[in-house]
């Protein structure tokens, strides 16, 4: 990064001691989608809106990528699958992975309000980290770990020569030996730890629903009830499985994204 | 002492200055040091519902045995795993990093890792080191395209083959593969052949020996049967354990100590005049 002509930061104080860039970076995560984790007693759900643009854009490319590694009973749609994967992979082979819930180590997963392809990037520079730190101390890393080297690398984009702040904040849920736990890390690369929280669009009202609906000894189930009650909120159209994305980790310490089918029935409780 | 005519400018490439130094001290019996080989002997075959493999677990050092029951068959992916034979801080410290590269790609591609992606970042690896890393490996496992078997050479060739052996029990396994692998063969019959040739091994080399691991990697699904067959018990020459005969009765104790002691007193008064 020394090397460019950029060898200066982007991002300088104002006047006012504020760092504009963030803050407009944070602009920027509120114009994204919804998204939300609540903490329960046994675990931690996290969600979030998944409208497509427009119509045309092919819904078989945004499937869950979860629901193709069981595939053992289903060789024929798994053909399918396939060919419109490889005409897909040549053209738009970054399109292959619009899942928007990702899995960082079998028992941490991620989600994010803001700029898609700047989550990219910051999940694939965590699973290494967390893949870094499983090769030296021989155990999976904790949570709060992980969260505080991906908020390094956020700040690291805040003072560095010649980039711009990252246009994400993300939530990360976790279990690990010191329990269920969910972070929020902003642009800033400043991170809290929550019980409930909400980002991206119609935030406050997320959050005064959350406020009002915890209870500290929710369970699992009600926690998901919940994240589906509060997402329903500020949804504009008809929620099903097919535009939202949840992703759960339970007392067995395995992230996992729920199916649109499992989505579905989790709707009908609901209603 | 004549000075060459025209100065060589330095040139990249190997410098044979000391060639002949050495050759000299060679001739006067000073040999360069030689490399520290681990024997082992490690196989693998493919039976009809995927991959078996299977490895001895002596570790040696020179003419010790280190470790008489280590682990040499590593893991790499859920349904892919690799038996190493040679240095065995080489074969674990490149399984190791391997492993962590193909779950970093399980990641990103959401799919189950393959053994061509694992066959092709060892010896890449390997390769590039220009066989200082002293690994030899049988690297077996079952994809979505079917079971694999492949060897990797220390100098980062490979050979893909339906039944493979590697190191210094090699050729004793290799024998008795040759004579009784078929295609086709079921989980017991295989399972029963990989002991046979390992046994061979640790019977037959010296640097090989002690128990048999065994790895058996179906579609879905592996069982790692960890000293599967323990052909070598240690056996005790008396199954009392050992007794030590009694010392000496002692009669009497008596401490002589060797110096006399000295007591100095200080602050004592001063002199009078």
């Known amino acids: 990064m020394g090397d460019s002509q950029y060898s200066f930061s982007l991002t300088t104080f104002s006047p006012s001691g504020k760092l504009v860039q963030i803050e407009h970076a ?9 998204s939300l984790g609540i903490k329960a007693a046994n675990g931690v759900v996290i969600a979030t809106e998944k409208k497509l643009p427009s119509i045309l854009v092919d819904e078989t490319s945004v499937r869950d990528i979860s629901s193709l590694f069981f595939h053992k009973s289903q060789p024929f749609s798994c053909l399918l699958f396939r060919c419109h994967f490889l005409i897909l992979f040549f053209f738009l082979n970054y399109l292959w992975q619009v899942q928007k819930i990702q899995i960082l180590t079998p028992n941490i997963g991620v989600v994010y ?5 700047d989550f990219r990037v910051l999940v694939r520079k965590s699973r290494k980290q967390a893949e870094q730190y499983h090769r030296l101390y021989k155990e999976p890393i904790p949570v709060t770990q992980l969260v505080r080297e991906t908020a390094a690398v956020m700040q690291e984009f805040t003072q560095s020569g010649g980039v711009r702040p990252f246009g994400v904040s993300l939530l990360v849920a976790g279990y690990d030996d010191k329990g269920p736990q969910l972070y929020q890390v902003d642009p800033s690369g400043s991170y809290f730890s929550w019980k409930a929280s909400a980002m991206g669009k119609n935030v406050s009202n997320a959050k005064t629903f959350l406020e009002k609906r915890y209870t500290d000894d929710m369970e699992l189930d009600d926690a998901v009830h919940t994240a589906i009650l509060t997402l329903k909120e500020g949804f ?31 709707l009908a409780e609901v209603e | 002492m004549s000075k060459s005519a025209v100065d060589v400018p330095p040139m990249g490439g190997f410098n044979f200055d000391l060639c002949r130094r050495n050759d000299m001290l060679a001739k006067k019996g000073v040999n360069p040091p030689s490399f520290r080989k681990t024997g082992t002997t490690i196989v693998g075959i493919v039976f009809q519902d995927g991959i078996i493999l299977g490895a001895d677990t002596r570790a040696t050092e020179g003419p010790i045995v280190c470790d008489k029951n280590c682990e040499k068959i590593h893991y790499m992916a859920p ?6 034979a040679g240095t065995a801080a080489d074969t674990e410290a490149v399984t190791d990093m391997v492993s962590s590269q193909l779950q970093l790609h399980r990641y990103h591609t959401g799919r189950e890792s393959r053994v061509i992606t694992a066959l092709t970042l060892l010896k890449k ?6 066989g200082y890393v002293s690994a030899a490996l049988v690297l077996g496992g079952v994809d979505c395209t079917g079971p694999h078997l492949h060897t990797i050479y220390p100098h980062g060739s490979t050979d893909t083959l ?11 396994a290799m024998a008795i593969f ?8 079921n989980r017991d019959e295989g399972i029963k052949l990989v002991c046979e040739a390992i046994c061979s091994g640790v019977f037959n080399d010296l640097g090989s020996g002690s128990n048999v691991d065994v790895c058996v990697i179906t579609k879905g699904h592996k069982e790692y049967l960890r000293n599967h067959m323990l052909p ?23 401490i002589t100590p060797l110096k006399d002691k000295e007591v100095v007193i200080e602050g004592g008064d001063a002199m009078e005049e």
Do not use: W
Not at chain 1, 26 to 34: C, D, E, F, P, R
Not at chain 1, 113 to 117: A, R
Not at chain 2, 166 to 172: C, E, K, V
């Open chain 1, 26 to 34: 944070l602009t920027a995560v509120g114009s994204g989608q919804t």
């Open chain 1, 113 to 117: 309000s803001g700029m898609g392809p």
């Open chain 1, 236 to 266: 504009e159209g008809q929620i099903s499985g097919k535009n939202i994305e949840i992703g759960i980790i339970g007392a067995d310490k395995k992230f996992r994204v729920l199916t649109s089918a499992e989505i579905d029935d989790y």
């Open chain 2, 79 to 84: 349904n892919i795993y690799c038996c190493g």
């Open chain 2, 125 to 130: 690896h390997l390769f590039n080191y220009q």
């Open chain 2, 162 to 172: 339906p039944f493979a052996t590697m190191g210094s029990g090699s050729l004793a």
């Open chain 2, 178 to 185: 040759e004579s009784k692998y078929r295609e086709g063969l």
């Open chain 2, 232 to 254: 070598n018990p240690r056996t005790y020459i008396s199954s009392r354990g050992y007794t030590f005969p009694k010392k000496t009765e002692v009669l009497i104790t008596k």
